[in-house]
């Protein structure tokens, strides 16, 4: 698959296959995304991939805290409410995401049952949590960067056939995560991916997210004057 049309063709993917994935190809997938660039070469990602019993306990105990009311507990600093176009542009996909599940407005317990799919990380069969480095915890380069890295493993995941959808509501119970990774106190849960075989009959796969032009995204300076400086060149 080349570049564009890997980029152009991802979407965020929510129902899987019940198919594991070889760990090779896992292998394959994060060697390509670790060419992600970073500030200064830090490279300050780590990333660990669950799948089977491990996978299963953190949802289950992702389930239990949320049901029981435990409030989420991240270790970055959460985004908060979203205000204005960035809340217009979180309701448009919901609903997008809603009247393709064909699941109405009044229809608490078919919401709520979509809510606790992304805490059991969509039941994906495979789950990489994402970390970095606590020692950049307050470097928002190192943000970015391990951003960066998280794509990248989209992209080369979706490449090779296999779906995935960035999930922060999988890591939202950060000490069940923990725990049950193991993972060393060194680092800072970020995210998660949760990645497997798209399920082609799961009607909310083919929901493709609106994209503003770019004519509202990037603004171009200077290019006028070149066009001017380039037809005194030719004349």
Known sequence: MKLDQAIQERRSIRGFK????????????????????S????????????????LARVRQGNTERMLAGIPPSREIHDHGAYQGVHRERQVEIAVQLFEAMGIERHDKERRQDWVMRGFRQFDAPVSIVVCFDRELLDNTIAHFDTGAMTYGLVLAAWSRGLGAVIN?????????????????????????????????????????????????????????????????NRA
Do not use: Y
């Open 18 to 37: 019940d198919k594991p994935i070889p760990k090779e190809l896992l292998e394959e997938i994060i060697e390509l995304a670790n060419r992600a660039p």
């Open 39 to 54: 500030s200064m070469n830090t490279q300050p990602w780590h990333l660990h991939v669950l799948t089977g019993e491990p």
């Open 168 to 232: 922060g509501q999988g890591i939202m119970q950060s000490p069940v995560v923990r725990e049950v990774a193991n993972i060393p106190e060194d680092q800072v849960i970020l995210t998660c991916v949760a990645l497997g075989w798209p399920d082609d009959e799961f009607v909310a796969n083919s929901v493709v997210s609106r994209r503003r032009p770019i004519s509202n995204t990037a603004r171009f300076l200077g290019f006028d004057e070149q066009g001017v400086m380039e037809s005194e």
